[in-house]
């Protein structure tokens, strides 16, 4: 049972360059989101799933999209990275009905726009 | 809406001293609360919880937390601090509503603790 898992640890991109941040989960929980952490501002909640093929906008979702095809799966694209987007990122997944929503968060993507 | 405001960006204690990490909320709704820790380059792990019932909850590593309603707070506290325990908490509220995966999280404190 691996939990969260995120790819890549790390990542650099160029201003104006695509890439999508991978997530995924082996625990069957219905619930999946993605958080920014930045310095001093906690972690904010980008965009959030109650399950396949369901998504809603968290807090700061502009400049990101989401998608979700499988319950395990949760990628998050970056359209056209911008430096605002440098960042520490993190997936959580959650089921609801078990610890009352507990989330359970990945490893984190350390990304870095230039 | 709701929101979670945590006194003091920085903590300092002596190992064995007392460890006190403050927490305040804002929710419309009854509230759920968390703490979590956040170990140099990890991802966020639970510390403990609240939801209903007892108000004093009682976590991993010693941790315990106190939800006082009428002063809409959830204080972390230890009795006596250890180096291991040199962390990043965060404090976080999600409404009973509304999706359970939506945390609203306060800024962190880092807590150090010296020899």
């Known amino acids: 049972n691996a939990g969260v898992t995120q790819t890549p640890k790390f990542q650099v991109l160029k201003t104006g360059q695509s890439m999508t941040l991978q997530c995924a989960q082996d625990?069957?929980?219905?619930?999946m989101s993605w958080y920014r952490q930045d310095p001093g501002m906690g972690l904010r909640l980008i965009h959030y799933?109650?399950?396949?093929?369901?998504?809603d906008q968290g807090e700061v979702p502009n400049g990101y999209n989401v998608s979700r095809s499988t319950t395990e799966d949760f990628p998050l694209r970056l359209l056209s990275a911008a430096p605002s987007q440098t960042s520490v990122y993190f997936c959580?997944?959650?089921?609801?009905?078990?610890?009352?929503?507990?989330?359970?968060f990945g490893p984190g993507t350390r990304l870095t726009v230039l | 809406a709701q929101s979670v405001t945590q006194l003091g960006s920085h903590v300092s204690v002596s190992e064995g001293a007392l460890v006190l990490l403050r927490c305040n909320y804002s929710?419309?709704?009854?509230?759920?609360l968390f703490w979590y820790v956040q170990y140099p380059n990890q991802g966020l792990q639970l510390l403990l919880k609240?939801?209903?019932?007892?108000?004093l909850v009682k976590g991993i590593n010693g941790f315990e937390a106190e939800f006082k309603k009428s002063e809409t707070s959830f204080h972390l506290t230890k009795p006596s601090a250890h180096m291991s325990d040199a962390a990043e908490y965060f404090c976080?509220?999600?409404?009973?509503?509304?999706?359970?995966?939506?945390?609203?999280f306060g800024t962190g404190t880092q807590l150090k603790v010296e020899l």
């Open positions: 959580a997944s959650s089921q609801p009905g078990l610890g009352v929503y507990e989330q359970f």
């Open positions: 929710s419309s709704v009854p509230p759920y």
């Open positions: 625990m069957n929980h219905e619930y």
């Open positions: 976080a509220v999600s409404g009973i509503t509304g999706g359970g995966n939506k945390l609203t």
């Open positions: 799933s109650v399950g396949a093929g369901i998504t």
């Open positions: 609240y939801t209903t019932g007892a108000t």
